[in-house]
């Protein structure tokens, strides 16, 4: 499984910005995929995830701000960011989750850069 993220850069507090994340190779139907970020000295932390039926779930200091989707006949899973903040500066990596054994994938990330 290949996941490649795109869309971050750097953008001024209040900005917008939307991650992409397309995954190809061994993927099953039913899947979960989120969006996890970890900024320097600190630990990867969740920030959404959405399954492929479409539920969704996101860390608190998100809620109302970030916003994720996915195509499933694409593969990919999105990551809309409004009312961006300098404490949302990390790197934002995609993850897939899957069973029958084939278990979590990450990409390699992508960095997004808020400034005041």
């Known amino acids: 499984v290949q996941l490649v993220e795109s869309g971050g850069g750097v953008v001024q507090a209040g900005g917008s910005l939307r991650l992409s994340c397309a995954a190809s190779g061994s993927i099953f139907t039913i899947n979960v995929m989120g969006w996890y970020r970890q900024a320097p000295g600190k630990q990867r932390e969740s920030v959404a995830s959405?399954?492929?039926?479409?539920?969704?779930s996101y860390a608190d200091s998100v809620k109302g701000r970030f916003t994720i989707s996915r195509d499933n006949a694409k593969n990919t899973v999105y990551l809309q960011m409004n009312s961006l903040k300098p404490e949302d500066t990390a790197i934002y990596y995609c993850?897939?989750?899957?069973?029958?054994?084939?278990?979590?994938?990450w990409g390699r990330g992508t960095q997004v850069t808020v400034s005041s």
């Open positions: 959405i399954t492929s039926g479409g539920s969704t």
């Open positions: 993850k897939l989750m899957q069973g029958g054994g084939l278990g979590n994938s």
